[in-house]
């Protein structure tokens, strides 16, 4: 099984600008408010970033189908 490792808030803002999906439509995926997505995607650097936890960028990669070794299937 891959490791998900810990996204850059690059990464975070790559991934959804590349399907095309709106902040507001990403932390609703992952059941987030927007405040927090904010501050996931914040650059490091800034006094406003807190790293993403785990299990939410693990679910965006799963919503999105960019999880490496794991896929939705609909029931």
């Not at 099984?1 to 095309?20: N, S, V």
């Not at 490091?44 to 299990?55: C, F, I, Q, V, Y």
Request: hydrophobic fraction near 45%; proline fraction near 5%; glycine fraction near 6%.
């Amino acid at each position: 099984m891959a490791e998900i490792t810990q996204p850059t808030p690059e990464q975070i803002r790559q991934i959804i600008q590349r399907h095309g999906v709106t902040r507001s439509e990403a932390a609703a995926m992952v059941h987030v408010s927007i405040n927090a997505w904010h501050k996931w995607s914040a650059s490091e650097g800034s006094g406003d970033h807190r790293a993403m936890p785990l299990a939410a960028w693990e679910l965006l990669l799963l919503k999105l189908g960019e999880h490496p070794s794991k896929k939705l299937v609909d029931a």
